[in-house]
Structures are given as structure tokens and as C-alpha cells.
């Protein structure tokens, strides 16, 4: 579904991302790990267009994708839930679920959409009771939640996640990861990029480990979180055996 | 439209009656000329509030806008008209009804006023878009600098070109009559149905300006300006709703320099020059940036006493010093939100008080 090859990608006279290849299948969910400043924010940014390439190219079913804007990007299929989840403040729960459907709109898709937005409720039941409240009065979970679920309303055919417990509290990571989860029984194919190197490899089917704008790593998750290295680097195992 | 929308343009217009008539009745009804002029200049206002509350975007340009609808139709409706084209041709153009001469000696040869302004409608919506496009290249604030540069450059043209009428710009500017009409101009005996057309005029912008901010293309506005990031990727097209809001401002503001060089007879230099737009930019941020009611009102207060003169020499000063205050002690303006939806909510129940 989404294959990058070679892509260099930076900003001003900064490179941060290094020739960096990797695929994504349909069905799969597929996760990028890697520490600070190991340029995934950057390397999601430049699949969904908000920053540019400079080598490299990036196809997205099977259409060459690299040098098309953000927006067109997305009217493709593919949608970003960006870090720090920028839901839009000043509107309600509701209008920042419409303004996702945003492109379908134009298509006439009026009822799908109602219909969509129950959906959402459904899979999101606090976000119903909070409707009519304003987006950036809801708690750090819930506009993370509001976040998935407004890139939800643009029916993507991938749907990259970038970050998603960032700051939150680990009871509520843990229920934002079982809704990620849940999302691929719906039949959603999900790119996601985490810190959280365990909890996203425990739902990734594959992983990719980044490092300083290189893919290190590449495997299914449980090669990768046997792997002696991850374990050291990213899952604390080594750390705990010097303690005891 | 929503149902507190026609009570908040009712008692607007109401507001717009009740002034013409205490003002006639004092026998003051030359106050009714700034109010004119206020209203031409509201049109301005209300337009840089869209683009700067709702697309996020700041223009120091607004003055040159307005200048440039002025000036255009300032030329082509007197005689200088005759210093760029040549007598042979402007015969030739006023056979065919382009042009027409209104004074028996063929001295003042004037485009005709159904052509003049769409005329001034078509040049500005072009110049819109070439200063609009680094708003599609470019994030940030590029549009602020590309139209303070526009205003410099526009202010220097009227300011040094011959036709323009170098510093002292250009006067008997003919009332712009419409057959069948009464003639947009400073003649005192039109003067009620000027006042009336003048905010006829705004309250068209208004109804228009308030269909844009409800609808879809409001929607991606306001979302623009909560996360300009978030928002391409929900797919919003980002440059081009901020290029169509600056159109639809400068257009706002070409208009209003139209009809105030008619209704004024004339236009000078200082209308392009930068601290009219600095001006603008003020009243825009006194009365609350996202806020078009607000904006509104002080735009006609504002420009009301800087008209009747009470600012005295230091016009530009007080509104340079406004523009630092607000800043500092009220970033969002003076007027608070819910002030107007408390006046709408009160009016809304008086028919209900009389059911009782």
C-alpha cells in the first residue's frame, strides 16, 4: 500500500531523514520506533506532504505520491494524526469530527458522514457525552482520542499515527492502544510511530527501529523485541538486570 | 441564515435610521456626510477582519486598495482621461459607448459608469492574486510584507505620476450616476439617499461576509487559524481559502475607495499612504480581530471622530498608540463576545414579554 524508497528529507540546510526505505501492506499495522530526535516525526511528515523530499521517492497505491501537497495527499487516502494531536480548539467535538470529513463533503457523502460520526461514538463513547464541547477544553486523552477519530472521518485507506501517547497517562495509553488495535478488525491499515517501543510493538505485526534519520532495524515485532539491541536501547531490559 | 443573524442586522439598521433621522431633526445633518465616509471606510474594516480574525493573515495594504479603487475611477471619470488616450480614439470609444463626454465642449470624456466599475472590480481581483501568491508559496506572516511593500510602491506611483495628479491628486471627480438613480456624490440635496446607499452597501458586505464565516469555506477558516497543519491534513486546500479571503478583502476596500472618491469628489495621495493601512490594521485590532460586529463599530467610531477632527494633528499617533494599547491590555479586543450575544438574546425575548 505505501512503499518510501531512499528518501532524504530535512529542514533548511538540516538532514533528517537518511535515505530511509520501508513499506507498509495492507491490513498491517505497522510501527516506526526510535528515540529523540530520531527524525520519525519528520519522516510521517514528509509521507503526508507537510514537508518535502529532497530524493527519494514515495508511492501510495501505487501512485507516485513525493511531490504532491498535503491536502491532495490526503484526498488520496491517507491521513496523519499529527504529534501533540492539534485538535482544533475553538470548535466543538462535533464540528472537529465534520472537519475531518472535510474532502467528503465536496463528494455529496452527506448521510455516510452522519452515519460515520455515529460510528465514532460508538468506538469513542466519551467523546458523545463531550459533543458539544469545545476541543481544546477536553482532557489530554480525550483529544487524542477526538484526534484518531477525526482522521477516522476522512475514511483513509492508511491512517498514520504519529506519537499517540505522548504525555498521557499510562492507564490511557493502554486504552488508546487497544482502540488502535481495534481499528485494524475494521479493516484499517495503520503506520504508527512511537516512543513507546513495547507498547507499540505489542500491536505491531512489523517494526522498523530509526535512528538518527537511518532505519537500523527492520522485522516482524517479535524478532524485533527479542532482539538483544532493541531490548537494550529501547525496552530498559539491560537496565533492570544492572539494578538487580 | 440564523435567526440571531436578522436581529443583529435589524437593529444595525435600526441604529442606521435612528441616526439619520436625530441628525436631520437637530438639524446637524451635515454630520450625516462623515458618517458617509465612515461607512465607506467600515467596508475596509469589515474586510481586513476577515483576513486577519479568520485566515490568521495580516496586511499592511489595505490603504493602497482602497486607493487603487479611487484612483481608478477617479481617472477615468475626468478629463485627464484625455492625457493617455488620444482625442482621436477617445471619439472613436464614445461612439461606440465606452466612453461618453457630458460637457458639450468634449472636455470631459468619462468611461462609462457601468464599465468603470467593474473595471475597478476585475484590476484589483488581479492585483490580489499576484501579491496573494506567496501566501501559497510561503507559511507565516509573508502576505504582512508583500502588501507593505504593495503599499509603499502604490503610494510612491500616485504620489510621482502626472495622471494621478502627483501630490495633489485629483479633484471634480463627476458623481457616479446611474440612470434612473439618484447620483452617488457630495450634493447636498442627495444627501439622505447617499447615507442610505453607503450603508446599504455595508450591510450587503455584511450579510456576505457572515455567509462566508458560516459556511464550509468559515469552517476551514477558523480551523486554518486553530492549526494551520492539522488542517491540511483534513485536506483543506490552506493557500488557496487564505488567497480567496484576501480577494474578497482588497475587493472590499477597492469598493469602498470607489464610491468615497465619488462621494468626495476627488482623492489625494495620503488615502495609499501607509499609515492608513497602519490605521485600519488598529481599528481592526481594537475591535476585536475575529470579531466582524466589533470591528464594525469601531471602525464607524473611530473614523467618525478622526474625520470630525477630534484627533487634531496627531490623527496617525493616536491610532499608532491605540494599536500599542490593545496589544498590551486587550489582545482580543475591547468588545467582549458575549456581549453581543447577550443584547441578541435580550431582543430576541421582547416580542415574547408583549405575548405575556
Known sequence: MLRIRNVVAGYGNLTVIRRASLHVKTGEIVTIIGGNGAGKTTLLGTIAGINQSREGEIFFDNHDITKLSSDKITSRGLSLVPEGRQVFSSMTVLENLEMGAFIRYRKGEKDEIISDIEKMYRLFPILESRKHQQAGTLSGGEQQMLAIARALMGRPKLLMLDEPSLGLAPIIVQQIFSIIKELRSFGNTILLVEQNAKAALNIADRGYVMETGHILLEGTSKELLENKDVQRAYLGKEYRRINE | ?356
Open chain 2, 1 to 356: 441564515m440564523k435567526k440571531t443573524r436578522y436581529i443583529s442586522l435589524a437593529l444595525f439598521a435600526a441604529g442606521i435610521v435612528a441616526c439619520q433621522l436625530i441628525f436631520t431633526a437637530l438639524g446637524t445633518d451635515y454630520l450625516l456626510i462623515q458618517l458617509t465616509m465612515s461607512a465607506y471606510y467600515a467596508l475596509v474594516v469589515i474586510g481586513l477582519s476577515l483576513l486577519m480574525g479568520y485566515a490568521g493573515q495580516i496586511s499592511l495594504g489595505h490603504a493602497a486598495f482602497f486607493a487603487l479603487g479611487g484612483y481608478l475611477t477617479a481617472v477615468f471619470s475626468t478629463n485627464q482621461l484625455q492625457e493617455v488616450v488620444s482625442h482621436e480614439m477617445l471619439t472613436r470609444l464614445s461612439r461606440i459607448g465606452i466612453v461618453y463626454s457630458s460637457d458639450a465642449h468634449d472636455a470631459l470624456y468619462r468611461l462609462h459608469p457601468a464599465l468603470s466599475l467593474p473595471t475597478v472590480i476585475i484590476v484589483t481581483i488581479i492585483i490580489a492574486i499576484i501579491i496573494g501568491i506567496p501566501i501559497l508559496r510561503l507559511k507565516g506572516h509573508y502576505l504582512s510584507m508583500a502588501t507593505l511593500g504593495f503599499g509603499i510602491i502604490l503610494y510612491r506611483i500616485f504620489l510621482g505620476t502626472k495622471v494621478f495628479g502627483e501630490a495633489d491628486g485629483i479633484s471634480n471627480v463627476a458623481p457616479f450616476d446611474i440612470p434612473g438613480f439618484f447620483p452617488i456624490g457630495g450634493e447636498s440635496s442627495f444627501r439622505v439617499p447617499n447615507y442610505y446607499f453607503a450603508w446599504f452597501l455595508v450591510i450587503i458586505a455584511l450579510v456576505l461576509l457572515l455567509n462566508i464565516i458560516d459556511s464550509r469555506v468559515g469552517r476551514a477558516l477558523r480551523a486554518i487559524h486553530d492549526s494551520e497543519e492539522a488542517a491540511s491534513a483534513m485536506g483543506v486546500d490552506t493557500g488557496r481559502y487564505k488567497l480567496i479571503v484576501f480577494i474578497i478583502s482588497a475587493l472590499l476596500a477597492a469598493i469602498g475607495g470607489f464610491f468615497m472618491t465619488h462621494y468626495n469628489a476627488g482623492i489625494g495621495p495620503s488615502e495609499a499612504g501607509i499609515m492608513k493601512s497602519v490605521r485600519y490594521v488598529s481599528i481592526v485590532a481594537v475591535g476585536g480581530m475575529a470579531n466582524l460586529w466589533g470591528c464594525l463599530i469601531m471602525g464607524v467610531v473611530l473614523n467618525y471622530l478622526s474625520l470630525r477632527g477630534y484627533f487634531g494633528s496627531y490623527d496617525d499617533a493616536v491610532f499608532g498608540a491605540l494599536l500599542i494599547a490593545i496589544m498590551v491590555f486587550a489582545p482580543n479586543g475591547i468588545f467582549k463576545k458575549e456581549i453581543f450575544d447577550k443584547i441578541r438574546h435580550f431582543v430576541s425575548r421582547i416580542p415574547c414579554r408583549f405575548s405575556k
